[in-house]
């Protein structure tokens, strides 16, 4: 008994000092949801396949989203054309959060919402904003924890990259 005790703590140990398996893991497939969109219907990333797919986590008390968001609207109107999204994935439990920094930093990208962080869990988001880039097949190709200046233009190159595939 006391034996199986042990061996318990030992693989809970194990366990927490590998993780969980991150499904934003770059060459690996990215883990379907379906989330909530602003605009209507729900939005399903198994549905994007074929399509370049920027995954971005983001908060309205974040600053660096701020930042970040009509950056990656530009990239977003840019590369939209040659089968390039952007699913913004808001974390804020009160929605109206959200609405309000929009309403300030209105954005033409799909804005999906994850107030009970499922999904944010499920990709192992634990820096603000993350961002995930997708490929056609459906596998996360670029990871990328924060934001800091001259992220967007490895964004580009990675979407850029990406297209052309």
Not at 2 to 16: D, F, P, S, Y
Not at 49 to 70: D, I, K, Q, Y
Not at 82 to 106: C, H, M, W
Not at 117 to 145: K, W
Request: proline fraction near 5%; include cysteine.
């Amino acid at each position: 008994m006391k034996l199986k005790r042990i061996l318990a703590a030992v693989l809970i140990a194990g366990l927490a000092l590998t993780g969980p398996a991150v499904a934003a893991e770059e060459g690996k497939p990215a883990a379907g949801f379906t989330l909530e969109s602003l605009d209507g219907p729900n939005v399903k990333l198994n549905e994007l396949r074929g399509t370049v797919v920027l995954v971005n986590f983001w908060a309205s008390w974040c600053g660096p989203c701020r930042t970040e968001m009509p950056l990656l609207d530009t990239l977003y109107r840019e590369y939209r054309d040659y089968g390039f999204t952007i699913l913004g994935v808001n974390l804020d439990e009160d929605r109206s959060q959200a609405l309000k920094l929009l309403d300030k930093v209105p954005v033409t990208f799909p804005i999906l919402f994850d107030p009970d962080n499922l999904t944010s869990e499920t990709y192992g988001v634990d820096a603000m904003p993350t961002t995930v880039l997708i490929d056609r097949n459906g596998v996360v190709r670029h990871h990328h924890r924060g934001y800091k200046d001259g992220y967007m233009d490895k964004y580009e190159d990675q979407v850029k990259a990406l297209v052309l595939e």
